[in-house]
């Protein structure tokens, strides 16, 4: 079933992407999707998820006007930090902890991480996070799980968990 729903996922996708019913795509799509369910189908998460569930596209909505204003907020600030050499810059590794159990959540949390500007995950391990971070204005670990993490893990709680 697992490898069904990732077919159709795949093929849904590549019917958006092409945009196109011709045969000769649509054979092209088939079989590619095929291949890639039928190779990658078994690590495709093992999380039961609700795709159909309304609450979690609600939050969804929700959540993409809000990190596309933390990222415009970021790229203003590291546009800032770039054109006036007299803002302090002090870069490095800080480890943040998430609340968020399942994968795609974590995973989700740190792809929104890395998109917002200034901010880079660079690794995973359990709940902890490692990401480097363009100006460490914390030395206090759980102020920097505050201003990185914080933001976004609640409304993904909401959606994935």
């Given at each position: 079933?697992?490898?069904?729903?990732?077919?159709?996922?795949?093929?849904?996708?590549?019917?958006?992407?092409?945009?196109?019913?011709?045969?000769?795509?649509?054979?092209?799509?088939?079989?590619?999707?095929?291949?890639?369910?039928?190779?990658?189908?078994?690590?495709?998460?093992?999380?039961?998820?609700?795709?159909?569930?309304?609450?979690?596209?609600?939050?969804?909505?929700?959540?993409?006007?809000?990190?596309?204003?933390?990222?415009?907020?970021?790229?203003?600030?590291?546009?800032?930090?770039?054109?006036?050499?007299?803002?302090?810059?002090?870069?490095?590794?800080?480890?943040?902890?998430?609340?968020l159990k399942s994968d795609i959540a974590k995973s989700f949390l740190a792809n929104?991480?890395?998109?917002?500007?200034?901010?880079?995950?660079?690794?995973?391990?359990g709940p902890d996070f490692y990401v480097h971070w363009i100006n460490i204005s914390?030395?206090?670990?759980?102020?920097?799980?505050?201003?990185?993490?914080?933001?976004?893990?609640?409304?993904?709680?909401?959606?994935?968990?």
């Open positions: 079933m697992r490898k069904l729903v990732f077919f159709a996922a795949l093929f849904i996708m590549w019917l958006l992407l092409t945009w196109s019913l011709d045969s000769q795509d649509l054979v092209a799509g088939l079989i590619v999707c095929l291949l890639l369910a039928f190779v990658l189908g078994s690590i495709y998460g093992d999380e039961k998820i609700r795709p159909f569930h309304i609450g979690r596209w609600l939050w969804f909505l929700l959540y993409v006007p809000y990190f596309l204003f933390y990222c415009v907020k970021a790229n203003l600030d590291v546009a800032y930090r770039v054109l006036h050499p007299d803002v302090p810059v002090r870069p490095g590794i800080v480890k943040v902890t998430t609340s929104s991480i890395t998109l917002t500007p200034g901010t880079l995950t660079v690794d995973i391990i914390e030395d206090d670990p759980q102020r920097q799980t505050e201003i990185i993490v914080r933001r976004f893990e609640r409304i993904l709680s909401e959606i994935f968990e």
